[in-house]
């Protein structure tokens, strides 16, 4: 039985959690070094037919050498990469089911958007009637009918992105690899694409997968996530899952902002613990199993947007700190308070600006109080 979803999901797609799903992409214990320095250490991974799949990481964390593998620009010391249950080792990159699209683009200056297009159509050798039917189904996809006879100087960043996509598209690969394609892109615009892509993917029923560093792009357009560090994958899971329920210190502090406060666990009640926290001087109550002996190292995280923040003292004896407000970031739609707990230890919580008038703001140096609900923060024991 599937299991059910953490938060919001994109689409009704999760053939992972099939287990007689057939892989459409597989890493098999893929080693790759480069000289004394291992960029992607005995990895394997799948991801599925229609899948839009994303590799976040840190530069160095190995995720674009896993994609020049499947592309064919790097060749594995030891494993085996396969491809609609095909090996690829051998396989020259041209003979790959595979394209990709790079963060520079990489379009012909000389040449107009159209003839951008069908260049690796005419390098493939296809008919000139077939090659022009192709070309104007690809401009009306990416919406540049009216853009054919410009160069790509003529054209906006969003428009040459586009050419871009329109370009890798063509030759309609089972799989379309994208490397950082927005990172050229303002903040607007990126986020507007964001959405064209997944809606594009869903559209075209074909197999993304993008790498990137920036979190919001993974989180908004992927169906599962791959955090990747130093040539391993962290953890795997859905937007929701990799936010919510993160394993580690590493992807719960590398995804999104977090409260990590360092304790010790203190019991176990069948599916709920307590916590202690001697730097933050209070007890904790989770509504959370915890697979460690009383007495551990454990670390609460928890969202500073799960985090109260007021003047009155809260009813409860546990899940509650006072504190002093530090500072205060205004970002129009929320704000983000900094609170000194003790010792300088700092919490941060974010609220929603509901309206434009506030009758009493919280302002730097008000005694304020912060809580949270048994079910707002998780665990972590590593």
């Not at 592309?71 to 690829?88: K, R, Y």
């Not at 546990?318 to 308070?337: F, K, M, Q, T």
Request: charged residues 25%.
């Amino acid at each position: 039985m599937a299991k059910k979803p953490i938060g919001p999901v994109r689409r009704a797609f999760a053939p992972w959690e099939d287990g007689n799903a057939t892989p459409f992409i597989e890493f098999r214990n893929v080693t790759k070094r480069f000289g004394d320095f291992t960029a992607v250490d005995d990895l394997s991974l799948k991801i599925y037919e229609r899948e839009f799949f994303a590799l976040l990481g840190g530069s160095g964390c190995g995720k674009t050498t896993m994609m020049r593998m499947l592309a064919g620009f790097e060749t594995p010391n030891s494993g085996e990469i396969f491809l609609d249950g095909q090996p690829l080792r051998g396989v020259p990159p041209h003979r790959r089911p595979v394209n990709m699209m790079f963060q520079s683009y990489a379009l012909f200056p000389h040449m107009t958007v159209e003839a951008n297009i069908a260049f690796g159509l005419k390098q493939e050798g296809m008919a000139r009637a077939a090659i022009t039917e192709r070309v104007a189904q690809m401009l009306k996809l990416v919406k540049l009918e009216d853009f054919a006879r410009r160069k790509p100087h003529q054209l906006s960043g969003g428009q040459r992105q586009r050419v871009a996509l329109a370009r890798s598209l063509a030759k309609k690969p089972k799989v379309l690899l994208l490397d950082e394609p927005l990172g050229a892109l303002d903040r607007k615009l990126r986020e507007e694409t964001q959405f064209e892509l997944t809606d594009l993917q869903q559209d075209l029923g074909m197999t993304f997968v993008i790498v990137t560093h920036d979190q919001e792009e993974a989180m908004t357009m992927a169906d599962r996530i791959a955090v990747m560090d130093k040539g391993r994958i962290i953890q795997i899971a859905s937007p929701a899952e990799i936010y919510e329920l993160p394993n580690s210190r590493f992807v719960a502090d590398f995804i999104g902002d977090i409260n990590l406060l360092e304790c010790k666990l203190t019991g176990r009640n069948g599916d709920s613990s307590t916590l202690r926290s001697e730097i933050f001087d209070c007890d904790i109550e989770v509504a959370q199993p915890v697979e460690a002996s009383v007495g551990d190292t454990v670390w609460f995280a928890i969202r500073p947007e799960k985090v109260r923040i007021g003047f009155d003292a809260p009813a409860t004896a546990v899940n509650r700190l006072a504190g002093e407000v530090w500072d205060i970031g205004y970002l129009g739609d929320v704000s983000i308070y900094h609170t000194h707990i003790r010792d300088e230890e700092t919490i941060r919580a974010t609220v929603a600006n509901h309206s434009r008038v506030v009758e009493r703001p919280m302002s730097w140096e008000d005694k304020v109080w912060l809580s949270w609900d048994r079910d707002a923060g998780i665990v972590l024991t590593r």
